[in-house]
Structures are given as structure tokens and as C-alpha cells.
């Protein structure tokens, strides 16, 4: 089959976005023909080629050639789908699709989700208004929605109206990061935490924070050390950086900036802990930390939590509760630094997030033979 995955940008700066589209393209290559089109790539794209076996398409910005572009793109291929919401450009290819009697799939990656719509009112209204002149009549012309997970599927059903229940949940393929750990090359006494995210407010940084402080005071009395991967807003990282100096950690913190390849690899190989304080409609990070058998303490707003829990794969705490954190991460520090901990998350990874595991749920999901 081929498979025509349009984007508006692909570029290392979107985050578990631009993993989600690289790891499941190169799934899915080993049994169909992939193109992934954007308007902006950053980065090589011969690079990009290798690392999602797809073909890599620029899309050109002005209106005749993006409609002559995605009518060659659309034209030859058996599906296509839309990577992510709100791309003023998705009516035109849906549109196209239509027209060439394409079957389209929406794809959301989260970006329905509730947590918008309570902690920025104002900006929900902007996307309700869109998504009743517009966006609506895109999704209802497709041939289904591709959920990445239940807490997304119901969490959208829930917060825009009109999103229909009858589609299936395909849970993404991550990269395998298996020996790729290298825990020898710290200071065994100090338990080193990792986090890869867009630094923001909705990611409840502050409360890992905190939590790096608890765990070093009493009761607990631990030797921590957090590398926090990502970029975001200089007003943010400031006000994330003045509070670990007012908690006295400020030392116990690395800001590596956002890091992309191999060096992004490099602090979760060297990770006893991999943490996800915040809210997650998925999880890429999560998945990828599980590949190399790193435990995961994530909080109950990740998509995953319910399958890692249940795996014996890490902890899950409450969402936004400091103290939870801090206990939830202690109990896992203790069971890594057992010589027996076993291979939890490198199974949970392997039953659920390989690119076979994928492949697999991809062709049962009935989302193709509906097509």
C-alpha cells in the first residue's frame, strides 16, 4: 500500500510529534511505501529518509503549487493522513482526497485534548470556532480517526463536539533503544533522573523540581541528579531555574537544551529513572525510555500509565501532587537498586511498542479493510 502522511512541518522541534511520524513511518516501511509531506523541513532530508525509511517530501508554500503537489501526492497513493489538526492546509487535502476518491485518515496527536480547554479558555474558543466552521467537516469526510491511545480517544470525545466513536485505537511504534544504556559511566551512589520534553507549564517541570528536593531531604536522604532534555520559553526555563536555586538543587540540575540523534539518546543511556511529570495523550519518550529497559514513573494523565503500572514497568503517581511524586520516584529508585531487578520494561515495550507489535495492530485495527 501506499501511504501518503502529510504534515505541517517536520522538524525535531515538535517534539513526540516528529518522533510519532519518524518511528511509525519506518514501521510501517517494511511493508508499505511511505511519503511524509511538509510545508518546513529542518534537517537533512537524506537524514530523514534513513531514519524513517520514507520518502521525504517539501511541499512548496505558495497556493498553486501546494494544490498541484498534493494532487501528485494524493493521485498516487491509496491512503493518505493528516498529521495533526488545525493546519489552515488540511481542507485542501482532504478536499483533494475527495475529489480523487482517496481514503483519508485524521490523526490527531493530542491536540483535542482537555487540558487547553482548562488551563487556556480563550485559546479553546479559537479552536472551537475553528473546528465548527471547518475543522469538523474535514474529520467527517475522512475514512476514520487514528487514536494513538484511549485516554486521547475519550479525552477528545469528551471536549469537542461531534468527534464519532467508532474508530480503533493503534498505539504508536517508538525507535529501539536497546543497548544503548550505559549506567557505568556515573557515580553509582547518585540516581540519575531524565526527562525529555517541551518545557511548559503544562508539563508540571516545577513539581519535578520539587520532588528532586524532597527526595534529597529527609526522609529519603538520596544522592539525585535531574537532566532535563527540551527547549521552551526563556520566561519559563528562568522561573524553573530560580526555583531549584531557592530549593537549594540548583546543582542537582542539567539544562542540556534540546538535543536531537544520538546526543538526545546519550542522557537516557546513562538514566537510572526515566520521569514524565506531566500530561502525555501518548507518551513517545515513555515508550522509547521502556525500549532500553529503563523504569518509568509517569503521572496518571500519561496515556501509558494504566500498561506500565500494570506491567510492573515503573509507578504512576497523582497529577500535580508533589509528594506522590517524590514517593512514587523513591520506590522505584529502590527497586532499581536491587542486582535482581528484572526486564519489565523492555517486555512492556516489546508486547506493545516495537515497530512488529505496531505492524501488527496497524493491519488488525480495520482501518485498512474499511478503506
Request: hydrophobic residues 45%.
Amino acid at each position: 500500500m501506499r501511504i501518503a502522511r502529510f504534515r505541517s512541518s517536520l522538524d525535531a522541534d515538535d517534539g513526540g510529534i516528529f518522533t510519532a511520524v519518524i518511528a511509525s513511518s519506518a514501521a510501517l516501511a517494511y511493508e508499505h511505501d511511505i511519503a511524509i509531506a511538509a510545508r518546513r523541513i529542518a534537517g537533512d532530508p537524506a537524514a530523514l529518509h534513513t531514519r524513517s525509511r520514507a520518502r521525504i517530501v517539501a511541499l512548496p508554500t505558495n497556493l498553486g503549487g501546494r494544490i498541484r503537489a498534493t494532487h501528485r501526492l494524493v493521485a498516487g497513493a491509496d491512503l493518505v493522513t493528516l498529521e495533526g489538526t488545525w493546519d489552515p492546509w488540511n481542507p485542501l487535502t482532504a478536499a483533494t482526497c475527495v475529489v480523487r476518491r482517496t481514503p483519508y485518515l485524521c490523526v490527531a496527536h493530542g491536540s483535542w485534548s482537555h487540558f487547553v480547554k482548562d488551563r487556556y479558555p480563550a485559546k479553546h474558543l479559537k479552536k472551537l470556532l475553528w473546528w465548527g466552521l471547518v475543522e469538523h467537516w474535514v474529520v467527517r469526510g475522512g475514512a476514520g480517526i487514528w487514536w494513538t491511545s484511549e485516554r486521547e480517544k475519550r479525552s477528545s470525545i469528551e471536549t469537542f463536539p461531534g468527534i464519532p466513536d467508532r474508530d480503533p485505537v493503534v498505539e504508536l511504534a517508538t525507535e529501539d533503544l536497546r543497548g544503548k544504556r550505559d549506567t557505568a559511566s556515573h557515580d553509582p551512589g547518585v540516581l540519575q533522573l531524565v526527562t525529555l520534553t517541551r518545557i511548559h507549564p503544562l508539563k508540571r517541570l516545577d513539581d519535578l523540581v520539587r520532588a528532586v528536593a524532597g527526595l534529597a531531604a529527609a526522609p529519603y536522604g538520596l544522592r539525585v541528579h535531574l537532566s532535563i532534555v527540551g527547549d521552551g520559553p526563556p520566561e519559563v526555563i528562568a522561573g524553573l531555574t530560580a526555583l531549584a536555586a531557592d530549593l537549594g538543587v540548583a546543582d542537582r540540575i542539567t539544562w542540556t537544551g534540546p538535543l536531537w540523534g544520538d546526543a538526545r539518546i546519550a542522557p537516557l543511556a546513562s538514566a537510572d529513572i526515566y520521569v514524565c511529570p506531566g500530561p502525555e495523550s501518548f507518551g513517545m519518550a515513555v515508550a522509547e525510555a521502556l525500549s532500553a529497559n529503563l523504569p518509568v514513573v509517569v503521572s496518571d494523565e500519561v496515556a501509558l500509565a494504566g500498561e506500565i503500572e500494570e506491567a510492573g514497568a515503573g509507578a504512576v503517581f497523582r497529577y500535580a501532587d508533589v509528594p506522590d511524586l517524590t514517593a512514587a520516584l523513591a520506590r522505584v529508585a529502590a527497586a532499581v537498586a536491587d542486582p535482581g531487578y528484572g526486564t519489565a520494561p523492555r517486555q512492556l515495550w516489546e508486547r506493545r511498542f516495537s515497530p512488529q507489535a505496531f505492524r501488527r495492530r496497524f493491519s488488525e485495527s480495520g482501518l485498512i479493510p474499511r478503506l
